[in-house]
C-alpha cells in the first residue's frame, strides 16, 4: 500500500519544491532591485484614477510590457506623439499596455483630448499632481519602458513615431539597450 502512495507524495514533492524555487527567486530579484525611476529600478507602484473612472494599478500590468506615458493636452511634441502611441496600442494590446499620465490638468481638458485622438488606453487623471512628483518628467512627453518584471529598462524624453516605438520594443525584447540614434531618423 505505501508503494502506491509513493511515486505520488515524491511528485507533489518536487512539483511543490520547484515552486517555491521559481516564487522565491522572483521575490528576491524583485527585494534586491530598488525602487525608483531610472533605468534598472523597480517602478514605484501607485493606484490612479483613469478619465473613465476606473481605478487602475501598475502592479495590475505584471506580465506585460507597459509605456508610462507623461503628457499634456497643450503639448507640441504629445500632439505628434499621440497617433503613434494610439497605432502602437492597437497593433500590440496584447503585449504592450500603454498608460498615459495627464499633468495635473482639468478632466474636461484630458476628455476632449482622448476624443479628439480616439485614445483606447487608460488616461490617467493627476489633477493634485502627486504622481508626477514621483514620475518627474524632464520635458514632455516623458516615457517610461517598464517590463513584465516591473522594473524599468528605458526613459525616453521627446516624441516618438510609430517606427521608434516598434524599434525600442524590439530591442527590449531581445535584451538590447535600445540604440535611440538608430531610430531617431525614423519616420
Not at 56 to 69: A, E, H, K, P, Q
Amino acid at each position: 500500500m505505501i508503494k502506491r502512495f509513493w511515486r505520488p507524495l515524491v511528485l507533489i514533492f518536487i512539483t511543490g519544491l520547484l515552486s517555491v524555487t521559481w516564487y522565491g527567486r522572483y521575490a528576491l530579484m524583485d527585494m534586491a532591485t530598488p525602487v525608483g525611476t531610472e533605468v534598472g529600478d523597480r517602478a514605484p507602484e501607485f493606484t490612479a484614477t483613469a478619465l473613465d473612472g476606473q481605478t487602475i494599478s501598475l502592479r495590475d500590468y505584471r506580465g506585460r510590457i507597459v509605456l508610462l506615458n507623461d503628457f499634456a493636452t497643450w503639448c507640441g511634441p504629445c500632439l505628434f506623439e499621440t497617433p503613434h502611441l494610439v497605432e502602437l496600442y492597437n497593433e500590440q494590446m496584447d503585449d504592450v499596455a500603454i498608460l498615459g499620465l495627464n499633468i495635473a490638468e482639468q478632466e474636461a481638458d484630458v476628455a476632449a483630448y482622448q476624443a479628439e485622438f480616439n485614445i483606447p488606453y487608460p488616461l490617467l487623471l493627476d489633477t493634485d499632481g502627486k504622481l508626477t512628483e514621483i514620475y518627474k518628467p524632464l520635458g514632455l512627453p516623458t516615457t517610461w519602458f517598464i517590463d513584465d518584471h516591473g522594473v524599468i529598462q528605458y526613459i525616453h524624453r521627446g516624441p516618438m513615431t510609430m517606427d521608434m516605438l516598434r524599434n525600442i520594443l524590439d530591442d527590449l525584447r531581445q535584451g538590447r539597450e535600445p540604440d535611440v540614434f538608430s531610430v531617431s531618423g525614423s519616420g
